[in-house]
Each structure stands twice: as structure tokens, then as C-alpha cells.
T-cell receptor
Framework: DVKVTQSSRYLVKRTGEKVFLECVQD?????MFWYRQDPGLGLRLIYF???????EKGDIPEGYSVSREKKERFSLILESASTNQTSMYLCASRGTGGDYGYTFGSGTRLTVV | GENVEQHPSTLSVQEGDSAVIKCTYS??????FPWYKQELGKRPQLIIDIRSNVGEKKDQRIAVTLNKTAKHFSLHITETQPEDSAVYFCAAASYNYGQNFVFGPGTRLSVLP
């Protein structure tokens, strides 16, 4: 019944490494999102995409980029990981229309050492 | 842009008591208000939502109320049970912002047996 899948549950990377976080949804949703979740700060939007090849910056895009080559897949890229990017990363998707909430993935807990 | 505040940040109640979590939003164009529950180590899941043309919505032990004039909405949980213990997030969405949600910082609810 899993509809939004994030490829890794836990990751440990070194400072300066290029990191790829993958997200795949099987609900044919147009809209996909990447959030990071930190204690006391809630969910903050990094990037989002409304369509294939399309991407828009969210509230905290610095240090991140994204790729959406196929409708079902939305990748978050940390170009050069830093310790302040240690966080829980959540992917979500949503269908078009105003009545549908997000479906979230299980999250990837990234630790940068 | 939209700003969502949420109170309290932590809430402890005795099993069987009621719990109320309140959120305020800033953009009068927001018209969809979902609530998410995130249990420890799990993904956020939609538990109830309300649209701006409705003042109240109930689903068994949970209800959401919306006051558009005051720009606030609340989650009410009655007859709380230990399995209600989780972090709860409110969110606001507006067609002005496309498909994006703006989340509150979350409330950690603990139901004490």
C-alpha cells in the first residue's frame, strides 16, 4: 500500500560529498515536494515541482537542487553536503485539485559528519 | 506570504480527557486546512481537513473548527487514548500558492494513562 517511496531510511555522508535523495510515487500525481523537518521548526519547503522538468524554489533552497525527469520521480540533490544539512527529509506528492492532502514518504534521516 | 502559527508546542492530557490544538494563519486567501498526525518514526498522515466554506467537520473522536473572520482553526480530540500520542501539524493552502502547503511548527501531544 506504500504510495510514496523514499529510497533510503538512514544515510550517513561526509562533509563535501554530493548526496542524492530519491523519491518515487505511484499515484500519477503532478505535484511533488521536498521538505526538511527539524525539531521546533516543523516542516520547511525546500523545492517543489508541478510537472516533469519543472522545478520551483521553496523557502529554504540554498545548498540544494532537484531533478524531475519523470513524473513519478523527484530527486533532491545536496551539491556539497554540510553538517547543517543533517536533518529528516520528507518527500510528498499531491494530485491536482483543492481537496487532496499530501501523501508523504517515510522520510530519510540524513547525517552529515 | 502565508504564515501559520500553532499552539501549544507540547500538550499533556490524561487518558479520556479532551485535547485542543489551535492554529492561526495570515493569508485570508487560504481556503484549505489539513491536519496531519506523525507518530514517532513514521510519516505524517492526513487525519482530517476542512475547506473554507465549512465551519466545522467531525470524524468520530476528532473534529476541526474554522473561524475565517479571525483566521484561526482548531483540532479537537475527545476521549483521548494513548495511541493519540503523536506530533500534530496544521497547514494552510491557497490557490494563490498553487499546490503548496504552509505548515505550523507542530504540537507534541502526550496522552498519559
Amino acid at each position: 500500500d506504500v504510495k510514496v517511496t523514499q529510497s533510503s531510511r538512514y544515510l550517513v555522508k561526509r562533509t563535501g560529498e554530493k548526496v542524492f535523495l530519491e523519491c518515487v510515487q505511484d499515484m500519477d500525481h503532478e505535484n511533488m515536494f521536498w521538505y526538511r523537518q527539524d525539531p521546533g521548526l516543523g516542516l520547511r519547503l525546500i523545492y517543489f515541482s508541478y510537472d516533469v522538468k519543472m522545478k520551483e524554489k521553496g523557502d529554504i533552497p540554498e545548498g540544494y537542487s532537484v531533478s524531475r525527469e519523470k513524473k513519478e520521480r523527484f530527486s533532491l540533490i545536496l551539491e556539497s553536503a554540510s553538517t547543517n544539512q543533517t536533518s529528516m527529509y520528507l518527500c510528498a506528492s499531491r494530485g491536482t485539485g483543492g481537496d487532496y492532502g499530501y501523501t508523504f514518504g517515510s522520510g530519510t534521516r540524513l547525517t552529515v559528519v | 506570504g502565508e504564515n501559520v502559527e500553532q499552539h501549544p508546542s507540547t500538550l499533556s492530557v490524561q487518558e479520556g480527557d479532551s485535547a485542543v490544538i489551535k492554529c492561526t494563519y495570515s493569508d485570508s486567501a487560504s481556503n484549505y486546512f489539513p491536519w496531519y498526525k506523525q507518530e514517532l518514526g513514521k510519516r505524517p498522515q492526513l487525519i482530517i481537513d476542512i475547506r473554507s466554506n465549512v465551519g466545522e467537520k467531525k470524524d468520530q473522536r476528532i473534529a476541526v473548527t474554522l473561524n475565517k473572520t479571525a483566521k484561526h482553526f482548531s483540532l479537537h480530540i475527545t476521549e483521548t487514548q494513548p495511541e493519540d500520542s503523536a506530533v500534530y501539524f496544521c497547514a494552510a493552502a491557497s490557490y494563490n500558492y498553487g499546490q503548496n502547503f504552509v505548515f505550523g511548527p507542530g504540537t507534541r501531544l502526550s496522552v498519559l494513562p
